[in-house]
């Protein structure tokens, strides 16, 4: 079965670098997505993509953040300089269309940022 | 706004007993998707099951089965006969279709699910 996949799975990174997170979503999918689950905590959507574009994000995608679709196959998040309250699973996931019952949203299997 | 509540921090049983995890949500769309993810240590996310908000119809699927009431917007998840590798983090999560038409889920803040051996 087609999955997504997430590079790399662990990431550490200095306080203050940028770090870009590396997805490989379902090839004939169309709609993505980053999640964010901090340490223990509950799984929080940042933002969805379709078409080129942001189509949703939650207040805690601000302006440090940013997402692109740079190739057709990839759909990067980039933290520009990142914080310590950045450390977190990031969960790219994509789905074929906006209806989630025929087309459930596919996570990947995470990346653990660890910023210190 | 949408909320799930998992009233259930942690839980912990003796193997082969039975459990439940409560969920219980709160929405104003009349459209809507719940679900139910498990995340063992290693950290992703198991994709568990699905239902929409028409389908009240119970669920069992070996020894996971779902007990979903509009009535009192809960969507209870039961292991019986529990295994030691069934001891994760159990989320569960809604889903509507937003203004900007895609998929948005709300996760509850997780059950932690320990089985004894």
């Known amino acids: 079965e087609p999955e997504v996949t997430q590079t790399p799975s662990h990431q550490v990174t200095q306080m203050g670098q940028e770090v870009i997170l590396r997805c490989v979503p379902i090839s004939n999918h169309l709609y993505f997505y980053w999640y964010r689950q901090i340490l223990g905590q509950k799984v929080e959507f940042l933002v969805s993509?379709?078409?080129?574009?942001?189509?949703?994000k939650s207040e805690i995608f601000d302006d440090q953040f940013s997402v692109e679709r740079p190739d057709g196959s990839n759909f990067t998040l980039k933290i520009r300089s990142t914080k310590l309250e950045d450390s977190a699973m990031y969960f790219c996931?994509?789905?074929?269309?906006?209806?989630?019952?025929?087309?459930?949203?596919?996570f990947g299997n995470g990346t653990r940022l660890t910023v210190t | 706004a949408q909320k799930v509540t998992q009233a259930q921090t942690e839980i912990s049983v003796v193997e082969k007993e039975d459990v439940t995890l409560d969920c219980v949500y709160e929405t104003r769309d009349t459209t809507y998707y719940l679900f139910w993810y498990k995340q063992p240590p290693s950290g992703e996310l198991v994709f568990l099951i699905r239902?929409?908000?028409?389908?009240?119809q119970n669920e069992i699927s070996g020894r996971y089965s779902w007990n979903f009431q509009k009535s009192t917007s809960s969507f209870n998840f039961t292991i019986t006969a529990s295994q030691v590798v069934d001891s994760a983090v159990y989320f569960c999560a809604l889903s509507i279709i937003s203004n900007f038409g895609n998929e948005k889920l709300t996760f509850g803040t997780g059950t932690r699910l320990t089985i004894i051996p």
């Open positions: 996931a994509s789905s074929e269309s906006w209806e989630p019952y025929n087309s459930p949203l596919h």
């Open positions: 993509f379709y078409n080129n574009e942001i189509s949703e």
């Open positions: 239902r929409n908000s028409f389908d009240e």
